[in-house]
């Protein structure tokens, strides 16, 4: 299962920090990252999305790989190739759901403090004990999860470990 995280932080230099840490855990095999963008709000309020992957080129390559492997298997590498990398990028380019993220991942950046930056991730799998000890460092403000109630709240807890909010006293 995929979730998605998104952590916001004082100024572009942390995110993209933050954002290289999740790239070397992913490397690592530490946690298996699907997608990772970077969002900053500029001292006038403006949301940009920085995104280092582009899916057209990326179903290009994944599909000529594919398509060459299956063209291996039929004799005919090349044409396998070349049909797997046409239908990759065509895939690709019809079925991302730009628009609706991008309003999402707007939405989002709406929320930061100007010159403040977000990294928001696409998280497949994760080893909670090897990436949390590596993030907790930088800090943040947790934006938005699709983590159950209690995987948010140890996020948040190794990120922010004092308390934003005090509990009113029963009586």
């Known amino acids: ?14 995110a993209k920090q933050v954002l290289a840490e999740l790239r070397t855990l992913n490397t ?8 990772a963008v970077l969002v900053t ?10 995104s280092a992957d582009n ?13 060459g492997i299956i063209g291996l298997l039929l004799l005919q590498p090349l044409l396998g190739a070349a049909i797997g990398a046409a239908t990759g990028s065509v895939t690709a380019a019809v079925t991302e759901n730009g628009d609706d993220n991008t309003v999402f ?5 709406h929320r ?5 930056a977000a990294v928001i991730a696409l998280i497949i799998d994760a080893t909670e004990e090897k990436a949390l000890p590596r993030i907790a460092p930088y ?18 807890t190794a990120i922010n470990p004092q308390p934003t909010w005090t509990a009113e006293p029963t009586t």
């Open 1 to 14: 299962m995929t979730d998605m995280i998104a952590v916001a932080y004082r100024d572009e230099a942390t």
């Open 139 to 156: 800090g943040g403000e947790v934006l938005h999860t699709s983590l159950t109630l209690a995987e948010e709240q140890r996020l948040h």
């Open 28 to 35: 690592e095999h530490s946690l298996h990252l699907a997608d």
């Open 112 to 116: 930061l403090q100007p010159g403040g």
């Open 55 to 67: 899916p057209v080129v990326n179903g290009a390559v994944s599909g000529a790989f594919w398509g």
């Open 105 to 109: 991942i707007n939405q989002l950046g």
């Open 41 to 50: 709000r500029d001292e006038g309020g403006k949301v940009k999305i920085h």
